[in-house]
């Protein structure tokens, strides 16, 4: 069992930054691809970005994409969202999840996050 823990989520500005983390409990953190998803308030979740178990391939949501940088640090079992030029659109729960297949589709991930709360003002 994998356990995701978000971090990094907050209020912020329009054009400003964040960066999200994901902590992984598991020790085989490499053998995981991992994705970061998001719900917003009355829609349904959906893709922002994904890394492969080596980091060789990243995915974007085409919202996010020039915006937002997934990145992996397997030494530090860690996932990474940086977000930039953040708009009013991208205020969502942000979770990350954890899966061999990986991927655009939620059904590639195995594990999830409690999921990280994002809100951007105007």
């Known amino acids: 069992q994998v356990q995701l823990v978000e971090s990094g989520g907050g209020l912020v500005q329009a054009g400003g930054s964040l960066r999200l983390s994901c902590a992984a409990s598991?020790?085989?953190?490499?053998?995981?691809?991992m994705g970061w998803f998001r719900q917003a308030p009355g829609k349904e979740r959906e893709f922002v970005a994904a890394i492969s178990r080596s980091a060789a391939i990243t995915y974007y949501a085409n919202s996010v994409e020039g915006r937002f940088t997934i990145s992996k640090d397997n030494a530090k079992n860690t996932v990474y969202l940086q977000m930039n030029s953040l708009k009013p659109e991208d205020t969502a729960v942000y979770f990350c999840?954890?899966?061999?297949?990986?991927?655009?589709?939620?059904?590639?991930?195995?594990?999830w996050g409690q999921g990280t709360q994002v809100t951007v003002s105007s």
């Open positions: 999840a954890a899966g061999f297949l990986g991927g655009r589709s939620d059904r590639g991930y195995n594990y």
């Open positions: 598991e020790r085989t953190f490499s053998s995981y691809a």
